[in-house]
């Protein structure tokens, strides 16, 4: 059994709770992970149940301030400070500076828990700060949903180990590459491709930070730090958008057999994040929606991981393997199954 | 520090120690590792030294039986008796019958010994058996090597984990993926594609076991087993080659908008292995001698890895993951970096 608190009750925590609830059996069999929910944590209050909440009752719950285990007005610090759990899950928002998640997860890690997020601002902001708390604090701080969902970009620490990474290079915002994609395919103005993505649900009501290129570059941040052990931050990069891409650059692209693309690298202690012109036959000439992030090895040339970078069960099920990564490094009797 | 034996220096195993050899600093600041390498086996004896080998030296042998370490007619399994070490590294050889690498594995995980091999016998005959002998000894067993080299797919079991792998298919022998892209590309006769692929080094003097589709099929037999917990043997699996393709196949394909592949799968408790026409704007459209694997999930989508399969380098680099996969877990000090 691992306990955990959770941060967020939005499409990521939702669809957690759900997995969780659906998978039981799968989870316990293969990873003898068993979880108990101590506390969920909204904005408005908290859930609080120190003997585990009832995760099928809760789903059934439209609104979980109809729960009677619903604390109005308690916030995560003052969970964090009250439960003792082994794993802060946090799935909550962050504004530009940030907070309240880079406190929260902060504020956990001190009090010893293990952490696991799918929340980017706190990390291409300052991750060189919870890294740091991290290892003195002895706790592991798992982020795999920060960069593209459950793609096991981030795991290459550990399983390209042996290859040794020595840059990085993506697509990795999926509306940015839906709309050029769009663009390129079925010569689709801009504005009438960003309106197609936000009717397909890609883009946000809100579509500046993906066409202006910012969520991107705050990915390859954080893939930089975690595996090339940088220490930057989105002040770091200079930022190229999609904004002002014309069906006349497409069509100019095309004619020297290539595509236009949005690509983030991370090479030689630079970072970049903007428009590229990648020949047709280039392993980026992914289309769709899809993401994709490949690392050149030193040893054994390049590997390409390609999946859905977005979404709320994509984002929880990276977020559900971290958890499950902690827990079996947590209880040695699993060992055996890794 | 974490001791080792290892068991085969051919092109895998001198391969692995260079890169340790070479990568001594990156290993030792990012992961902890330093390895202490007990004893070399090879099939005529073995070196042997209880405080480490210098690699280096090593390295500069042409043949390690010129080495005053070296110890002629010393067998593996000898050695696994005499030596305490944490690790067994088996990159060497194994017959029809999987020996004698699956009794060498065998041992050493009777001796508490934890393994990494990249070697598929063993794995695609008797896969059920060993991993029960290593839960029931508590050792870890990773085999990444043992299908497409450092390409982490067997990672999946935990960078997966809450995506839930629900099938698998994938481009899985290099060679046969060279060849069906020559004939289709260049409309290369069969014999001509094949000669090629041996003159690049890609296909073994000895092609059968690549052209006659056994390689690939042992590979998903192993993925199989290890993602999906099936317990199936290369003798579950019809197996169709690419030796019968012709060039009319590939041109009545292409009229299709189709190519021709070797696709190989598991799926609905069913193993296959053989050609199939993909549309040519599917993921397993990939031309060269690359390798694919795609893993269908319940609550995320498919994910796609692409990377090189084979090669000395490619498999050690596979091999150097688990390694230090296994050394991070034995060495509590190191968990706050995984």
Redesign the interface.
Known sequence: MVSLILVGFGGVGR?LVE?MQN?AD?LRS??GFVPVVKAICERQGSLIDDNGLNLSNLLDLGDIASSPYWQAGLTTLEIIQEIKADILVECSWASNDGEPAFTVLKTAMQKKMHIVSSNKPPFYLKYGELKQI??EK???MRIESTVL????AL??E???????ISSIRGILNGTCNYILTRMTQSKLPFKEALKEAQDLGYAEADPTMDINGKDAAGKIVILSNALL?WNKTIHDIKVQGIEDVTAEDIERAKREHKYIKHVCQAKDGKLSAGIELVPM?S?LAI?GSLNLVEFE????????????GA?G??A??????????IS??LYDSK????
């Open positions: 669809a997995i998978d799968y293969n990873f991290a290892q002895g706790v592991m969902s459950a793609v096991p795991a290459a550990t399983t390209l180990a042996g290859a040794h052990g036959d392993s289309m090895t030193k040893h054994a040339g390049p590997y390409t991981f390609i999946g859905r979404g069960f994509e929880a099920s990276g977020v559900l393997s971290d958890i499950i990564h079996t490094q060992k055996e199954n890794l």
